[in-house]
């Protein structure tokens, strides 16, 4: 099905619907139109992570986790499996009558805002603080949701467009000045990259954008559907246009809320105001061509999906059993594994299942589901703890002993006891133990989004960078026995884990795997598979927020590591492997880099090659190099591979103050290795990134 | 350690304090007396069914689930096992310092009262209905705690005396009004049946029995201390003493409750009103020897548990690693398999794993980890639900789908979906299976005690015998499919499965099996193991509560097996077998019956062989023969058996109106069968019970 033959299909149905029945057809929770044929429909469905919110499906690890991997094909893999799932569903359910939410084929995902800030409470559901990263991650993620059938396998969504990054806490009246610099370096590229990739939909942030809120802003809208030349439709973020009048103040009443959305082209309301819309034709403020618009647009989508007309969608067969069938299960468990990224090493790991003795695993997070799943989750039919992963992994050859050791964030677990209540038994059980692993983090009722979480004192953003005292007192007690000590971070942004650096033996860091994501990690505890995840984003030390701009604040200077000067905890880009991998070669032009890999150690891993440039002097540079290319790479012990990887031609520009790409210096400097080109992780891992000189004509 | 001995250290040891010292160990959190080299001691502990609330520990079956198993041997092995892990844990974390709530030696279990009327929320604590049946396995949970050792392996409490079994709403102020036949018959025998088994404690009940607050009843204590010889200490009930005068009025302010408490006999205080005892001492309401002699019953306690004084406990030994050790584990295995009872089986059960095609597993407990536990739960390290159970045991040979099918007890389960939003998923989900295994049920959310569950409209009890309409809707919904269904009930207390029971091809109650009890289900319902759990309670239809006394009624007319006239759907003692076992032969005189029994069947089986006895004419006697002897008995299949089942004397009493046991008419029946001998059990089973005339003189 074309777009230009579901747009007819859709301009000749809504041709035949009164005003009424069109307006009614811009709401998320479309009525159904008997006379014509029309089933209901909910537009609203989540696919973050894997199918969410709508009873069970696949749990993938949360989308930063998923960043992690640096791992395009996988993650587009993982968008098809959810979207097969999606139609799975779909099929099952409205065969039964249900066509509520969290049921349909129109996905909000996914949300490839920058992680600007690592206090925002939705951070995790981002692809990282880096724009390129995002921009092909996301690409992937809308190949995989759309697929590349006859009709749309599902629809994806760009969200949330645009420069949307917290507070959560202001985010109905906030309005983020962004300058055009930032905008089209940082907050805009991915969206364009999707759009370029033929994402269906576009969903408007909360806050305003430069005075403008972004359900109406005919800045972006004019980037949108003028210069990038967007053809599917626009929602709304939920109930966000009610937020013009009510808490933004760019109208006085919802009227005035649907004239402005609708006329700038918010196709689909997620909210209520679009009730609205008949009393704004009344007034005179809308005409229905501006009702008819939309509902075309979103009738095209219909179409495309082929939910509508007689010829139905190649996926309409997709059995119930599709859901959670082993092939997925599969991709979740690679998935994890991928997504783990090892932070500190002294040589403990991989431990030995053959020789451990006595394991003990303390903390609130190692038997927590929550913990596995982060935010915009689905239900899935195994969860597999951590703990649980860990004493499946090891069976009979050793014993394991549990302690909770402490609440996620609370001075004790029961209310009568007196505070840090199961300090002791932590520390009994890391006495009797041979070694200790011990299992720290947050999960959705500490960060997460406005409304949801549990910690209303920051609206789902985290306050600082600690761990909650309960956990450092906790981290305190554990250490203090002195046993050989793993301390494994499940959360789904940057912790300062200064304590653990310093004074653990190894440092692991898990995100929010996925359902079954205990397993991997004790694959990853045992070396049945080496760590090969990539932080995409910047651990900083909690010391940095006083160096970083307020929260408030957009401009990108002295934030993410393209911008950071201080020396990050942990780098963008960094994480070890039970390899020993270095670049051994590299050659490169403006189209090509050539790279020579090695695995000098003993063990098989995966590695992720990462390509950053330089421009060595033009003022509009970023102080730090910048991502560029990378690629997941398999290396056998003992192996070397010569890599080819593409460079961009975007690569060699920069951005002006007025926001064009321009060329730059020319004199650029690329280099080459398995983390970026920084001191820190120099420091860390004891390589240093290979580095060639390129000349482009300014 | 004898008491003489204890009582002697005691003794001289409280001799050595002043009065404001010894105020302060009357108080459940006692603390340190630094220059008697006494350390602080919280006397509150929990092990209901294992330890509770002190962190990881062995999970067994919730204590109806125990009493199901109608095993004296297995459940003191359990106990058993319970206290080992409390001296563990106590070993340990005393050594960390750690002298707080839950992790001391003086368990306050079990909880022996009678299961009186279905609605009530801590009918789950109990061992069910029966007078008989609760004294016998209340002491061999005594035994079991309490041990054989020199010293206590830690003090066992009889809780809570008398006449305590809801509403819970009004618990604080109410006051029961029970009849000295009742009292005797059936509300005090446990508590004096572990008295003789020398249980260290009594708890007093919140309520007031006849006026009296039960924990200064001049009318209990008489029995207790005068008639029975009780000698070991006597704790309120939490906050109890301050609903003297907050709630009962039976004392104007905190003095006067602390007088009456404390003269009454009232040793120990959960709670804070003794700290008035000084207050009330400087009135001149007590005097110090009241004080005094509450002291050393309490350090009595203490030197038996050999916590005091240099001579230690043969229990000090005991490392951490007893706590959740492969042999307690396997002990809750084999409870967890023993107490489930199967309440239909049309011939689907046991499922053959090997042909189980798909298998839908369906329900809001199906994956829960809260209706493994019940109330008064420990942390386990490992929690097998049942949909893990399952997996686990079907492993690669079956296709397992899962839907949640609603929420416990709300109408849906996304906040923003219409209702009934999983129906349609459940409905698919059994389209796509073979079989149906649906799994409903509480959790402590639902039942559960005053203050702690969620269901704040009924404190913790039920309103009615009925399932959660969401539950309904989905059963209702499952059953249309059509498909071969299981329907399992997780719960601690009678549901009225009617629907069920009509028309699944399969019932089977797991209670609240512990938190590795997913797992024995798993066994059970693919026929590894023969389910041999008996019915500790009556199972009323709903239609029943009209015909039941008023909650608030403590009379048994019309109430529990022996005085229900009506036909229950399924009768106390009642459970079936994959085996066919019957009573083949029966004789008898006043002390001993001497059974035949034979499984016919073609699979092994254990069995719960059961002995009732009526007087046949006395005007005391309940309507229905009452049981008086139990055996569990493994036949393997084509096995007969002779069995020798003690009859103690007073089965061959009644009590008349003045609460004495007199001799009764003479003429007797004995029923032996493998349930009782009513024409329900008769209908359910197809076998009717063995009987016998004994005659004795009036």
Known sequence: ????RAKQLAEELVGRMTAEEKAGQLRFDAPAIERLGIPAYNWWNEALHGLARGGTATSFPQAIGLAAMFDEELLEQIASAAGDEARAKYNAVSREGDRDIYHGLTMWSPN??????PRWGRGQETYGEDPFLTARLGRAFVRGLQGKGGTLKTSACAKHFAGHSGPEALRHSFDAQISEKDLEETYLPAFRALVDEGVESVMGAYNRLNGEPCCASSYLMGKLRGDWGFEGHFVSDCWAIRDFHESHGVTAAPAESVQLALRSGCDLNCGCTYQHILHAMELGMIDEADVT???????????LLGTLGDEGSEYDALPYET??????LALAQKAARESCVLLKNNGLLPLDPASCGTIGVIGPNADSRAALVGNYHGTASRYVTVLQGIQDFVGERCRV??????????DRVEPLALPDDRLAEASAVAKASDTVILVLGLDETLEGEEGDTGNSYSSGDKEDLLLPESQRRLL??????GKPTVVLLLAGSAIDLSAAQERADAVLLGWYPGAGGGRAVAEL???AVSPSGKLPVTFYRNEALAELPAFTDYSLTGRTYRYYQGEPLYPFGYGLSYGACAV?????????????????????TEEVLQLYLRDEASPFAPPNPVLCGFRRVFLAAGEEKSLSVPLGEQAFTVVNDAGEHVPGSGRWTLYAGFGGPDARTEALTGRKALSVPIRSTP
Chains 1, 2 share one sequence.
Do not use: K, W
Not at 112 to 117: C, G, S, Y
């Open 476 to 481: 305190e007690r554990v250490l203090a026995v």
């Open 112 to 117: 490839v805002n920058i992680f600007r800030d």
């Open 525 to 527: 505890l045992f070396g």
């Open 401 to 410: 002993l549990y302690s909770q050791g402490c609440a996620l964030c609370a």
């Open 323 to 328: 859901i959670e069938c082993p092939a997925h």
């Open 584 to 604: 051994t070669g590299l050659t490169a032009d403006r189209t090509l880099a050539r790279v020579t890999v090695r695995n000098g150690g003993a063990r098989d």
């Open 293 to 303: 618009r939309s509902a075309v647009r979103l009738f095209t989508t219909r179409f």
């Open 1 to 4: 099905m074309t777009r230009e």
